[in-house]
């Protein structure tokens, strides 16, 4: 069964960094692009970053090209998103995604089925 983790979300202040984490199982990611998306209350969900499988092409959403990176190790069968510079705005829970595509990431940021996504970690950028 394939199966997703994230970890690492939480209180932080404004201009604070965290790094989250997505662990894999039942599966190797290898062949998967990863995504990570998030979700604010009343909001619809926001794509925010992409990795293919290999880690050679990246793309970052408008509102946080700069601060976030995204990586992944695939002898840990992990995908990474670090953030810094947090603002109030990036409050919402996070969510990631795996999609079976070798070496390549989706144009676009929805309208593809993804092969798995993890129950989400909720970060609060407050004062």
């Known amino acids: 069964q394939l199966q997703l983790v994230e970890s690492g979300g939480g209180l932080v202040q404004p201009g604070g960094s965290l790094r989250l984490s997505c662990a894999a199982s039942?599966?190797?990611?290898?062949?998967?692009?990863i995504g990570w998306f998030r979700q604010a209350p009343g909001k619809e969900r926001e794509g925010v970053s992409y990795?293919?499988?290999?880690?050679?092409?990246?793309k970052y959403g408008d509102s946080v090209k700069g601060r976030f990176t995204i990586s992944r190790d695939n002898a840990k069968n992990t995908a990474y998103l670090q953030m810094n510079n947090l603002k109030p705005e990036d409050t919402a829970v996070y969510y990631c995604?795996?999609?079976?595509?070798?070496?390549?990431?989706?144009?676009?940021?929805?309208?593809?089925?993804?092969?798995?996504w993890g129950q989400g970690t909720l970060v609060t950028v407050s004062s």
């Open positions: 039942g599966f190797t990611l290898d062949h998967y692009a």
């Open positions: 995604a795996a999609i079976e595509l070798v070496d390549m990431i989706p144009i676009q940021w929805d309208g593809y089925v993804h092969d798995a």
């Open positions: 990795i293919s499988s290999s880690g050679r092409a990246t």
